[in-house]
């Protein structure tokens, strides 16, 4: 994908296709961005960051980084989003949600049995494995350990070892992971929802909106689940499920932690958005050094223009004027200080002309400097209390959990909710600073209020990572 600046302080945007789909294929690296109107991968690459313009990488005609059907803003006057009708408002104000905590070997293994994998996964380097016995095929699961716990599984093909094959092509490295090949006709989008369903359940996301229209390689095809977070659509946290002819799961990535609710910051409304988004699309149009195009002088190599004989009746560029045929308020995925962030944005639906596929066109909602990484404090001077026990009341609201503490601190006990788990951390503050104190540990009950009844949820701890046991 191509990106430019829009400035400093400018609030990022995106471009790209409604139903495009990036999967990363087996842990290696390496991703393909495909659109619903296509039947493969193309070169893109995925990711994004702050203040940039990003657009689908083409996979057919179009400019460099310019998805088919989408405009092209080199050469003209611009690009210019009018709104067919009236915009919404939207809400004064909306949270930024950051990733937080980490996967448990119990949250892989939901995933796995949910993908037909048997077997315990095993931590590698901050990574997730569950691969099938040596030399035999099957699926491999890679699961980033860190929020928001990225997720990619794929062809695995354990390959000859030792000397049993000669070398070259043939023999492929042990463990190395294929993308799923083409044979044999796709599925209904009905079949493919329906096998999609028991992986997008074991990571919280059945209530996603989904598109099954995208078919890859002839035969594969690719359930896109766009996740609702915090009662929002969003917008590039995709979940892409890739079902083979056979009616089984051959491929897909996503994210299986959903990213914590974090600060309420102020954010424009959708008239606001889109005048934003056309002052930054403008373009200047093409002109040659000194003007229009004219005979170069002597001494001048042809396509070269002449200070001194500057035309001044170059004419205007006139704009490329796309229509925007509704907007949402929702959550866009975005690059925050190297995190995978969701931060409020408007979702505009556009379209270069009537009947034409729609595409996307994202403006972020808040001012970019509420987008800096939180400030990082101070280390404390002794190590995050870590929580031994927890329990309920009988609305199931109220959890109160018990840690080990000291007798010169205060505590106070905070709770981040996801549909799969509650974190939990304690935060530690010394009553009277750079005092000596005896130390003598005291166990000390805190209660957090949540916004939701327990229900079945795992407890964690945040300081460690670990499930809490139930006291």
Not at 308 to 317: F, W
Request: proline share 10%; with cysteine.
């Amino acid at each position: 994908m191509s990106s430019s600046e829009t400035g400093p302080g400018k609030r990022p945007f995106l471009v790209t296709s409604v139903a495009a789909a990036v999967l990363l294929v087996g842990g290696g690296g390496v991703y393909y961005a495909a659109t619903a109107s296509g039947d493969g991968g193309s070169d893109g690459h995925g990711g994004n960051s702050g203040s940039s313009a990003v657009r689908a990488a083409p996979t057919q005609g179009g400019g460099q980084g310019i998805a088919p059907g989408e405009p092209d803003p080199s050469g003209s006057g611009g690009t210019v989003y009018r709104a067919r009708g009236p915009l919404p408002q939207g809400p004064s104000s909306a949270a930024v949600h950051r990733p937080e905590g980490r996967v448990t070997s119990a949250e892989v293994t939901r995933l796995a049995r949910a993908l037909g994998l048997a077997g315990t996964p095993r931590l590698v380097s901050g990574v997730w494995q569950l691969t099938p016995e040596k030399d035999s095929n099957g699926l491999r699961l890679d699961v980033s350990e860190r929020a928001p716990g990225s997720w990619t599984v794929s062809r695995y093909d354990g390959g000859p070892v030792g000397d049993t094959c000669l070398k070259g092509k043939a023999c492929p490295p042990p463990g190395e992971a294929k993308p799923p090949t083409g044979g044999g006709s796709p599925v209904s989008e009905a079949v493919a929802r329906a096998a999609a369903a028991p992986v997008l359940k074991a990571i919280g996301q059945d209530d996603a909106k989904l598109d099954a229209s995208q078919i890859m390689n002839g035969s594969v095809r690719v359930v896109n689940a766009d996740p609702v977070v915090d009662g929002l659509p969003t917008y590039g946290w995709s979940t892409g499920i890739q079902v083979g002819p056979d009616g089984s799961v051959v491929a897909g990535s996503g994210r299986l932690l959903e990213p914590a609710k974090g600060a309420t910051y102020p954010v424009i409304g959708a008239k606001q958005a889109l005048d934003e988004l056309n002052r930054d699309a403008k373009g200047a149009g093409p002109a040659a050094i000194g003007g229009c195009a004219i005979d170069p002088p002597a001494g001048k190599a042809q396509g070269e223009g002449d200070p001194s004989r500057a035309d001044s009746s170059c004419p205007t560029p006139e704009p490329h004027v796309v229509t925007v045929t509704g907007a949402v308020f929702g959550l866009a995925a975005q690059d925050v200080g190297g995190e995978a962030s969701l931060v409020p944005a408007w979702l505009f639906e556009a379209r270069e002309q009537p009947g034409a596929r729609p595409y996307t066109v994202v403006r972020t909602a808040v001012e970019d400097r509420y987008l800096r990484p939180p400030a990082q404090s101070a280390p404390p001077a002794v190590p995050e209390r870590q929580i031994s026990a927890y329990r309920t009341d009988a609305s199931g609201r109220q959890l109160s959990v018990t840690f080990w503490g000291g007798v010169c601190s205060t505590y106070t006990v905070t709770a981040a909710e996801t549909p799969q788990k509650v974190t939990v951390r304690i935060a530690e503050k010394p009553t009277e600073p750079g005092k000596a104190c005896i130390a003598i540990a005291v166990e000390i009950t805190k209660t957090v209020t949540l916004d939701a009844p327990l229900d079945g949820r795992a407890v964690v701890d945040g300081a460690s990572g670990q499930a809490v046991p139930r006291s």
